[in-house]
């Protein structure tokens, strides 16, 4: 079964650090790109980081630039986000979603998604 | 940055309808636009891709079109389980950026 399995959610206090890990099985994790998306309580889909399948191309959203790292273990089927000098304005449901890239003109669709973690960053 | 419109925000409508839900562009994507449906405590579905390509095991009622700038997702026979909330997302060019939400309720 493709699947994705995301961890290390949980409470931090504003300025703190975490690390969230999503575990993928099923499919051969070193071909496919990975996102993070989040989702704060009540609002909307935002997207949050993208790696290339090797980790040479890496983008972030401008709310996260510079304070959270993706990255990838291709060897332990495993994706990472970690995330510093984190806000409350961080507070969301983190969930790790596979790129899966359609035909010769690079149509991209997240296919497959993670059941999601919670961070919160309160004091 | 893309920015994207999506509406209406809130869609109320009954088992049968026919609805129909707008992303629009602030620059136009060519067809580079998905579809997708989340449930409560869910995790997103994948319904559209490539602005009108169904996912493989979507049902037939969603459909999709556009292109550039306009684009629509159309539920031809709402049925109970497409209660939910829609949201469209762009992959044109990065920061990708998903659409407000519309959340479809019973009439």
């Known amino acids: 079964e493709v699947q994705l399995v995301e961890s290390g959610g949980g409470l931090v206090q504003p300025g703190g650090s975490l690390r969230l890990s999503c575990a993928a099985s099923g499919f051969t994790f070193s071909s496919y790109s990975m996102n993070w998306v989040r989702q704060a309580p009540g609002k909307g889909l935002e997207w949050v980081s993208y790696?290339?399948?090797?980790?040479?191309?890496?983008y972030y959203a401008d709310s996260v630039k510079g304070r959270f790292t993706i990255s990838r273990d291709n060897a332990k089927n495993s994706l990472y986000l970690q995330m510093n000098s984190l806000r409350a304005e961080d507070t969301a449901v983190y969930y790790c979603a596979r790129d899966q890239t359609y035909g010769g003109n690079g149509y991209d669709a997240f296919d497959i998604w993670g059941q999601g973690t919670m961070v919160t960053v309160s004091s | 940055v893309i920015w994207m419109t999506q509406s209406p925000s809130l869609l109320s409508a009954s088992t049968g309808d026919r609805v129909t839900i707008s992303c629009r562009m602030s620059?136009?994507?060519?067809?580079?636009l998905a579809w997708y449906q989340q449930k409560p405590g869910k995790a997103p579905e994948l319904l559209i891709y490539?602005?009108?390509t169904l996912q493989s095991g979507v049902p037939s009622r969603f459909s999709g079109s556009g292109s550039g700038t306009d684009f629509t997702l159309t539920i031809s026979c709402l049925q109970s389980e497409d209660f939910a909330t829609y949201y469209c997302?762009?992959?044109?060019?990065?920061?990708?950026?998903f659409g407000q939400g519309t959340k479809v309720e019973i009439k």
């Open positions: 490539a602005a009108s």
């Open positions: 790696i290339s399948s090797s980790s040479s191309t890496i």
């Open positions: 620059q136009g994507i060519s067809s580079y």
């Open positions: 997302q762009q992959y044109y060019s990065f920061p990708w950026t």
